[in-house]
């Protein structure tokens, strides 16, 4: 099984950054898919980006431009770097990792997914 422990969140004004980590048990030396998702309060759960295990990225419309998702190898660790940050990106971010490793095939719900975190907040004020 893969655990996955995300961390960085925290507070910040608008108009900063922030970078997450998501750091994998293990990935049992396959490619997976790894990504992030977020849930802010009363809304629904927004796939924001995921990477594959041939280093293929996707975001959403939402946050392209601003953030980048990378991915550690050597360290079965997943990143996301968030700029301009702005008050709609306050939510619970979760990582998530499945061993099939085109994301492209998974369909984008945070349950699809074989491993999740617990995730980390970010509070954007």
């Known amino acids: 099984d893969v655990q996955l422990v995300e961390s960085g969140g925290g507070s910040v004004q608008a108009g900063g950054s922030l970078s997450l980590s998501c750091a994998a048990s293990?990935?049992?030396?396959?490619?997976?898919?790894m990504a992030w998702f977020r849930q802010a309060p009363g809304k629904e759960r927004e796939k924001v980006a995921y990477?594959?295990?041939?280093?293929?990225?996707s975001y959403s419309d939402s946050v392209k431009g601003r953030f980048t998702i990378a991915k550690d190898g050597h360290k079965n660790t997943l990143y996301l770097q968030m700029n301009t940050l702005k008050p709609d990106d306050t939510a619970l971010y979760t990582c998530?990792?499945?061993?099939?490793?085109?994301?492209?095939?998974?369909?984008?719900?945070?349950?699809?997914?074989?491993?999740w975190g617990q995730g980390t907040q970010v509070t954007v004020s």
């Open positions: 293990t990935l049992h030396n396959r490619g997976y898919c």
């Open positions: 998530a990792a499945d061993p099939r490793s085109d994301c492209t095939v998974i369909r984008g719900t945070l349950v699809s997914y074989n491993n």
């Open positions: 990477y594959s295990s041939t280093g293929t990225t």
